[in-house]
Nanobody
Framework: QVQLVESGGGLVQPGGSLRLSCAAS????????MSWYRQAPGKERELVAT????????GYADSVKGRFTISGDTAKNTVYLQINSLKPEDTAVYYC????????WGQGTQVTVSS
């Protein structure tokens, strides 16, 4: 079964860090461009980070550049998002998906940044 399962979110104070995980099944992440997205309350889902096949290149939204790092572990078939220097405006549900030929969206993982 083709599936994406996100985890690792939580409640953190401003300036804190989290590492989000996206476990893929039913396909191999190294064969696809993979991305992380987020959706804040009342806003549309936005693309925040992308990693090309085999991790050769990465790209980030301007709002997260320098703070977020996307990576992949082909042995675990998992994509990660390291998020540092968290800000309240980073509060959102975070999702991963294939950048192209997207799959059904998973449940996401909630990140809440608050003091």
């Amino acid at each position: 079964q083709v599936q994406l399962v996100e985890s690792g979110g939580g409640l953190v104070q401003p300036g804190g860090s989290l590492r989000l995980s996206c476990a893929a099944s039913g396909f191999t992440i190294s064969s696809y461009v993979m991305s992380w997205y987020r959706q804040a309350p009342g806003k549309e889902r936005e693309l925040v980070a992308t990693i090309t096949r085999a991790g050769g290149n990465t790209g980030y939204a301007d709002s997260v550049k320098g703070r977020f790092t996307i990576s992949g572990d082909t042995a675990k078939n998992t994509v990660y998002l390291q998020i540092n220097s968290l800000k309240p405006e980073d509060t959102a549900v975070y999702y991963c998906n294939r950048r192209y030929r997207t799959l059904n969206w998973g449940q996401g993982t909630q990140v809440t940044v608050s003091s």
